[in-house]
């Protein structure tokens, strides 16, 4: 039976870089959960009996999660539902079942790299039928809808049992309860030699892989050790936990400081890598050399010829704003565009979808193709393990020979996390106002030859998206970018990058944060980090 409950809105269901993320507890109120997946139902026009995917990493609260999706799904007039076993699918497992069965969208329920768990972070997001997140507009209206919402729909029935593979019928449609993984390996051997990187393993190269307790345990564990040979114990911290066993699952140097310790022993694995809660980032560290996720996009692309599903080469490169511009200089050696788009995966699906672009990244440790329209995290580690096996190089000799080619981009991300809402955006308010005096403006032996706040005119679309983040470009070609994270949950955080290029490979070997201390010190003053945050030093460097 169908049931319309009353209900009243909630303040502050706005989306943000990458759907609605909140503490879970936030999400745990009675209503809230079922307030938004209704606006999302209000905002969607025509699936009447079409196709919906849903799946979440596994966090805390996803299991209660998904019958709540589920019922209102149904109650609003999907037909059928694909839902990974155990309400688990990795994010571009997601995005590659969107598409393989051309379903109307998807609903994925994850607040990624953030921490899960009771006191932790939830999540939710509404991916549309090219398998991407939903865009701006769409998600302008949901927030929109979340304001005024009276009622929500949803099927009174017993919950659904997800750990089953197989299909019920429920309330005038049917949920298919499905294995989160065999389509996704069966995309990933379509893309890359697996008869190679399997003889790469036999050669006795070794993986390390952390999935962090999270979602790509289950994936990994079948495409590199079952499917590749590269032998059990391959993957590590493989059983996905409600709680990520209480670890933090961002694939970064501070939170994956045990793959770099491990990394830099002389007789550590040739690769180690990490993916994040729901399986879009990844990590990459080669035996005493770690690839920036900057450069790891600029690699790729510039390699990603050596894998079969890349082989007739590619169309163009796209880039978030903040990421380096390392594949800005691959994109012209190879005689293609380079889109320079605002933070955010779902401003590359118009690019992808119209052919422009077919590989893309970004500086926050996502990079991805035209296979999916989400960031793939394995897609990642597998595209560097084709290239590793191809070149019959290791991941150091790889990156050092990039940079003589093409130069090196020192690059480095400064986070002040969990300030006060207030000081962070007097400090952008500040920044946006002095903008036209920047121009021309010198700080000891560094002058400004441009300031603006990035705007980006879709190409496909025409749509305009403006402050997207307050950019600072030195004469000898430097860069400080400062932008306001869209992704946290609790007061504010600032963003700041970093970016100086150097040409001689003479110059190409310096510790990063030493390369950039002057420039580091200038974004300090420059913004006024302390007086805005009271923070005289950042909480996070990768
Ligand atoms: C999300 C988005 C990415 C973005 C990242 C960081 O990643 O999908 O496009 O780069 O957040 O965004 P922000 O700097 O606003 O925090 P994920 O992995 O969290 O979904």
């Known amino acids: 039976m169908i049931a319309a409950i009353a209900t009243t809105p909630f303040e502050g269901q706005k989306p943000g870089t990458s759907g609605l993320r909140k503490k879970t507890p936030v999400f745990q109120q009675p209503r809230y959960l079922e307030n938004f997946v209704q606006a ?36 609003n007039g999907f037909g059928r539902i694909l839902v990974g076993q155990g309400g688990v699918l990795s994010t571009p497992a997601a995005s590659n079942l969107i598409r393989k069965n051309r379903a109307f969208g998807g609903i994925v329920l994850s607040a990624s790299h953030n921490p899960g768990g009771p006191d932790g972070d939830f999540g939710i997001k509404y991916n549309v039928g090219n398998g991407g997140p939903a865009p701006e507009k769409l998600t302008d209206a949901i927030y929109e809808r979340t304001k005024t919402i009276a009622h929500y729909k949803i099927l009174e029935a017993p919950d659904v049992d997800v750990d089953t593979l197989g299909t019920v019928r429920l309330g005038g449609g049917e949920i298919e309860v499905i294995d989160p993984v065999s389509d996704y390996a069966e995309l990933m051997r379509g893309l890359f030699d ?52 209480g670890h933090h699952p961002d694939p970064n140097l501070v939170h994956c400081k045990h793959l770099l310790d491990l990394a830099m022993t002389p007789d550590g694995p040739d690769l180690c890598a990490a993916s994040d809660g729901d399986g879009d980032r990844n990590l990459i560290i080669g035996r005493g050399q770690f690839a920036t ?44 565009k380079l889109y320079e788009t605002p933070t955010g995966w779902k401003f590359f699906g118009n690019l992808l979808d119209a052919g422009l672009a077919t590989i893309c990244g970004e500086e926050s440790a996502g990079t991805g193709s035209n296979h999916v329209r ?49 000081g962070a955006n007097a400090l952008v308010k500040a920044l946006r106002e002095g903008l036209p005096a920047f121009k021309g403006k010198r700080f000891g032996g560094l002058a400004i030859a441009s300031a603006d706040d990035f705007s980006y005119h879709d190409p496909v679309d025409g749509s305009d998206s403006t402050h997207q983040g307050v950019r600072l470009h030195f004469e000898d070609g430097a860069r400080i970018v400062y932008r306001l994270s869209g992704t946290g949950t609790e007061g504010a955080t600032l963003r700041v990058y970093i970016e100086r290029f150097e ?6 070997n310096l510790e990063t944060q030493e390369a950039l201390a002057e420039l580091i010190a200038l974004s300090r003053e420059i913004a006024q980090i302390e007086r805005y945050t009271g923070r005289a030093a950042p909480s996070v460097i990768t």
């Open 194 to 245: 697996f008869e190679r990187i399997a003889a790469l393993f036999r050669s006795g190269f070794r993986l390390r892989f952390d999935a962090m307790s999270a979602v790509t345990g289950p994936y990994a564990i079948r495409i590199f050790e079952e499917l590749l040979g590269a032998g059990a114990g391959t993957v590590m911290n493989g059983t996905p936990l409600p709680d990520f066993g």
């Open 40 to 75: 999302i139902m209000d905002c969607l026009e025509g699936f009447e009996g079409a196709t919906l995917v849903v799946g979440g990493d596994g966090r805390y609260f996803n299991r209660e999660a998904i019958q709540i999706v589920l019922k209102i799904a149904l109650a």
């Open 374 to 422: 989400e960031k793939d995290g394995l897609w990642a580690v597998l595209l560097w393990l084709n290239i590793l096996a191809a070149r019959g190089e290791s991941v150091k000799a790889v990156v050092v020979s990039h940079w003589a080619r093409y130069g090196r981009n020192y690059y480095s991300r400064h986070d002040y996390e969990e300030v006060a809402s207030d």
């Open 503 to 508: 040409p001689d490979p003479a110059g190409q």
């Open 293 to 336: 996720p900057s450069d790891s996009l600029a690699i790729l692309a510039a390699n990603a010829r050596l894998a079969p599903g890349y082989a007739g080469g590619i169309a163009g490169i796209a880039r978030s704003m903040p990421t380096s511009r390392a594949a800005d200089r691959v994109a012209q050696g190879l005689g293609v």
